[in-house]
């Protein structure tokens, strides 16, 4: 998810009470009590005034989340190379807008780069919940289980160890079938981090193109459909791998 701007921080019920409360009634009395004592009259007291409240509603203000330190290099392959292509990408495309002369162009494109910073926050994310999901998936020693399972004896009716060696044969077989979730999820979110960051990197391009060629506003506005759905998508695949991590944790 991305950043919240502070335009949509301040709207918040928080900061409406705060301009409301007790507290900020009386900090707009004092405001105003200071203006007249230091000389400035009826202008000094609204000036007080509007300072003192302003101080306390923007204390109000909920701070934005703290964005995650990307560092692909506590990331093992192949997660490591795609978080430094979704870098890679983002760097690009702030470049491409840098370059663009100040207009109307430069500021929807900037506000798409500021999409494209959101889609490469999300895909750390995803390629940090793969690595930790394949690190899971080492401690799983599937041919040490395969072997166990080979040794068992054949589960015979009405033998005295049946019960129990059923019991551990199914336990076993489970072992087995997470294994192959997990490679299973494994594969298809490296496929699809894989794709997001080709999505990125075409991004970069097509904006090089918006840059220098005269288009219609269509062409700006897919692009930024196209950069949110990668968003959207990387989200998504996120919040599914945390689920297969959480029901892989041991307890």
Known sequence: MGTLRFRDRFFTPK????????????????????????????????????AFL???????????????????????????RLANEALEARAQFAQVVKGIDEGPLQDR????????????????????????????????????????LASLPAP?????????????????RSQLATASRMDTTISDTHDRLRLSCTRLDEA?????????????????????TDVSTVTNDMEALRQAIEVTNQAASPG
């Open 15 to 50: 900061v409406a009470h705060a301009i409301v409360s007790p507290t900020s009634i009386v900090a707009t009395g004092a405001g105003a009590a200071a203006g007249i004592l230091i000389g400035l009259g009826p202008i000094g007291a609204v000036i007080g005034a509007a």
């Open 54 to 80: 302003g101080v306390r509603v923007l204390a109000a203000v909920p701070r934005g989340p703290r964005a995650d330190r990307i560092d692909p290099f506590t990331l093992s392959d192949p997660w490591r």
């Open 109 to 148: 494109l900037g506000d798409i780069s500021g999409r494209v910073s959101d889609g490469v926050d999300e895909c750390w994310r995803v390629a940090r919940a793969g690595h930790a999901l394949a690190q899971a998936r080492s401690r799983i020693d599937v041919p040490s289980i395969q072997r166990e």
């Open 156 to 172: 015979t009716t009405g033998t005295s160890g049946s019960e129990a060696s059923s019991q551990t044969l199914a336990a076993l």
């Open 204 to 224: 970069v391009t097509r904006a090089i193109e918006l840059s220098v060629a005269s288009v219609g506003d269509h062409r700006i506005d897919e692009l930024g």
